[in-house]
């Protein structure tokens, strides 16, 4: 059952890359489905009672409170017109497009159905995924170095990697890194302790290097910034660990410090120097920052409109042109590019909150039932759990002044990490 499961999450996760790609209707409701489904069965098969039923009635009411928006749509999209209003049960929650609330829905319940699996996956089933990241770490990098590196007669790219924007791209390359690099540290750690004279370890931290270079490549600044912080803390972790299990040579008290901010220092010129030249050697415009403080103010006020249960879920595009700004008029602004502003103009405030607790819910009912059996050293808390913390941090940083979890892949992905972080 476990490479039945394991077989189940890489299919998934290929199809998930083909539908961020592509964007296909028909993979809306199919995949999210079947994502809840393989999760609703191993909760069932591998949790004790209690959980699986608060995990099962969460669910139920995350499913249920998203449908009340859904099936109490509060206007119509009329071509030509626009929003036209419809009659709606005023106290319920409402959306303004019954479609984009379904489509938000099902990327939602996805979600959860990814961070469940990653949280009841089991210890030799986690170590036979960590090959498949690998794999797409380099497939990931390797196009996106192969489409920037090789000239061109117009520098225009259609795709970066397999996202239609390169700020995507980083955001996602972002949460591999420290998967990557903690890859490595286990495996060099497994054969110091295993006396073996080699160790695949190398692998990972060429992944780790290409995916660096596929992010500058990509010119996305604040992903740059993201990796250079990312493996900053790498590098510090890394001389930590090694120096608690004795992995290193012994290297005294008053050096140690100095060797950590060395390590600080180097990583953090070079991502510096990365990111300065990719914004040709300027600081950022203040228009720049004031492009997004409008679109951010644009949101408020359509939350202070809507400040109970919000818009409705994935709507937020549908209603900004009634609400735009001079300064905007001229762009197709789609999204906030700030995801928390966003989510509090779709949901409301309460709709924000109520969600937030049963999601908390979720993943309490998982998180309790941890077996903490592991014998490993480092323990996977202090390696595995950190590097997949660090992604997850570097992600919701980015979406703070961009909208990565609009792609599902990026959302999903960051999903299965948080499950991932489960104490073993």
């Not at 699986?52 to 009340?68: D, N, P, S």
């Not at 709606?88 to 303004?96: H, T, Y």
């Not at 990557?180 to 990972?204: E, T, Y």
């Not at 990719?278 to 409008?294: A, N, S, V, Y």
Request: with cysteine.
């Amino acid at each position: 059952m476990s490479l039945l499961l394991v077989s189940g999450l890489v299919i998934s996760y290929i199809i998930a890359t083909l539908y961020t790609a592509t964007q296909s209707p028909i993979l809306t409701p199919v995949l999210p489905a079947l994502i809840l489904m393989i999760a609703a069965y191993y909760v069932w098969e591998r949790l004790p009672p209690v959980n699986r039923m608060g995990w099962t009635l969460a669910l139920l009411a995350l499913f249920a409170f998203g449908m009340i928006y859904a099936l109490n749509p509060s206007h119509v999209w009329v071509q030509g017109v626009g929003l036209w209003p419809e009659d709606a049960i005023a106290a319920l929650p409402s959306s303004v497009s019954a479609t984009e609330s379904w489509f938000a829905l099902g990327l939602f319940m996805g979600a959860i159905g990814w961070f469940t699996l990653g949280a009841v996956l089991q210890s030799h089933e986690r170590r036979w995924l960590q090959w498949f990241w690998l794999l797409v770490a380099f497939v990931s990098a390797a196009i996106v170095i192969h489409d920037r590196v090789l000239p061109r007669q117009y520098p225009i790219y259609e795709f970066t990697g397999w996202f239609t924007y390169r700020n995507h791209f980083a955001a996602f390359a972002n949460l591999l890194v420290p998967v990557m690099l903690a890859g490595g540290c286990r495996q060099q750690f497994n054969a110091h302790r295993n006396g073996a004279a080699s160790n695949p370890a190398g692998l990972f931290y060429l992944a780790a290097l290409m995916l660096a270079v596929a992010i500058v490549l990509s010119g996305s600044r604040m992903g740059i910034a993201l990796c250079g912080a990312s493996m900053t803390a790498w590098g510090i972790g890394y001389v930590v660990l090694r120096h608690r299990y004795d992995y290193l040579y012994p290297v005294s008290r008053t050096f140690r410090p100095i060797l950590v901010v060395g390590v600080l220092l180097v990583f953090g010129l070079v991502a510096f120097t990365a990111w300065w030249a990719q914004t040709g050697f300027q600081w950022p415009r203040l228009g720049e920052l004031g492009f997004r403080g409008l679109m951010i103010n644009e949101a408020l006020t359509i939350w202070r409109d809507n400040p109970v249960w919000g818009v409705g879920a994935g709507t937020f595009g549908l209603v900004r042109p009634y609400y735009q700004s001079d300064a905007l008029a001229a762009h197709g602004v789609l999204h906030v590019h700030c995801e928390p502003i966003q989510l509090l103009a779709e949901w409301g405030t309460l709709g924000t909150l109520l969600v937030a607790v049963l999601c908390g819910f979720v993943g309490w009912t998982l998180f309790r039932s941890t077996d903490r059996l592991s014998g490993s050293r480092p323990r996977y808390s202090e390696l595995e759990s950190v590097a997949f913390l660090v992604g997850v941090l570097t992600v919701l940083v980015h979406s703070l002044v961009d909208f990565p979890f609009r792609a599902p892949l990026i959302l999903w992905t960051t999903a299965l990490w948080l499950g991932l972080m489960r104490p073993r």
